[in-house]
Every structure is written in C-alpha cells, then in structure tokens.
C-alpha cells in the first residue's frame, strides 16, 4: 500500500462511519462523473470478479449452455473457495473495452470498486488495495485527503 494511502486509511478508521460514507459517495460521484472506464477496463484486464451462484446461473442462460459448462469453460476456484475467471484479461471483454455480457455481468464487476457503498470504513483495506488497480480509487482517495487537511 502506497505510504500516503495508509496514513489515510488509518485516519478515516477513526472517523464516524456516516462521515466516511459520505465523503466517499460524494468523491465517487465526482471522480466518475469524468472518469472514462471505456479507456481504461485496467480491472477486467488484470483482476477480474468472483462469480455467485446466481452470477454463474444468469450468465449461463444469457449464453445458452448449462452452468456446469460456463464453469468448465471460464472459471476456476481460488485459494478461498470462490468461484473466478480461469485467466485475466476476461475473456468478455473486447478489443474495445465493451463487456460482452454487460447487462448481465457478474454482481462483483457491477459493483466495483465499491467506493459508493454502504459502511466504507468496513472496505477501507480492500479500497486501499483497489487503488493500485483502478485509477479512479486513486482519485478519490486523493479528493478525500484534500477534504480532510
Ligand atoms: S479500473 Fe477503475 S477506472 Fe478503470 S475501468 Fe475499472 S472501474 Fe473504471
Ligand atoms: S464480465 Fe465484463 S465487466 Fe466483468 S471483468 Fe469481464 S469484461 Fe469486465
């Protein structure tokens, strides 16, 4: 973790939980009312979600074969039992950066990067880490630190 963004984390763990919330909220709204994922997909290229049941059940409709067959074919399971794509960059993603099953894609990847979520303070190690991966975390780790001086 980057120095600036631990001493950060370490601040806002001391902060009230409804605080923190919205100063996330109102820095992610910011940061992604300018933030331009089709020229960046740098978390479908390198890291890529874990997948639900109900992910694995909808996607494997969307794609019309079965869920054992959308598993054999994409995912694998990780050190802790969950369900993930068996190679990064997705293979749903294209030369464009468009998700080939974007109204159906996995809960996890519709949430990412889960900085407008309820209770941040509870994801402040996970953001911390998201923020080597996505730069629009950056950003708005960056704006809260500006708030906060
Ligand atoms: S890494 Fe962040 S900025 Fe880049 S596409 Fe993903 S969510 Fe958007
Ligand atoms: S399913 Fe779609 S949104 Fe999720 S990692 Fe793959 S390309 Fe990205």
Known sequence: MKKPNQKLIQQLQ?????DVDAMFHTAHNEVFACTDCLSCANCCKTTGPLFTNKDIERI?????????????????????KDYVLQKVPCLFLDANNYCGIYEVRPKACRE???????NQQQLLSLTAKNASICPAV????????????
């Open 60 to 80: 494997a409709k969307h794609l019309r074969i079965t869920a054992q067959k959308f598993i054999e074919n994409y995912l694998r399971i990780d050190e802790e």
């Open 112 to 118: 990412y990067p889960h900085t407008d979520r309820v």
């Open 138 to 149: 950056q950003d708005i780790l960056n704006s809260i630190q500006k708030k906060i001086k």
């Open 14 to 18: 001391k902060k009230n939980h409804r």
